[in-house]
């Protein structure tokens, strides 16, 4: 059986982002540099983040929900082969008519009276 799949759907873009060996605050500080690196497009880009700190567990945790993006995987460093974990953030893609920029707690009814 094959996969279906929808020609018209943009593909996702993945990033890895290796902070292992790294403290705390720089696995998070990694992975604000790779999602301002990387512009959105048209689908959503996926960013694995390897990291041995263990702050940086409830750290991306936090900053996911601070800038509205979506922590879809966070496997603790005892499941991972090296003793890191491995977090994986989903960055949304850019929509044709701007929807869904603001991630949570945004405003945008209020950036587009301003304009």
Same mark, same amino acid.
């Given at each position: ?42 689908? #959503? ?5 390897? %990291?041995?700190?263990?702050? $940086?567990?409830? @750290?991306? +945790? !936090?900053?996911? =929900?601070? *800038? ?23 960055? #949304? ?5 701007? %929807?869904?920029?603001?991630? $949570?707690?945004? @405003?945008? +009814? !209020?950036?587009? =009276?301003? *304009?």
């Amino acid at each position: 059986m094959s996969e279906r799949t929808d020609p018209s759907a943009p593909a996702s873009r993945e990033v890895l982002v290796d902070a292992r060996g790294l403290r705390c605050p720089l696995p998070v500080l990694r992975l604000a540099q790779a999602i301002a690196a990387h512009s959105p497009g048209p689908g #959503p880009i996926l960013i694995r983040l390897l %990291a041995t700190d263990p702050a $940086a567990a409830t @750290d991306v +945790a !936090a900053f996911c =929900r601070m *800038r509205g993006l979506t922590l879809l995987e966070s496997r603790p460093a005892a499941d991972e082969v090296g003793g890191h974990a491995a977090y994986l953030v989903v960055m #949304p893609g850019q929509e044709g008519d701007g %929807a869904g920029q603001g991630g $949570a707690g945004s @405003d945008n +009814a !209020a950036d587009n =009276r301003s *304009r």
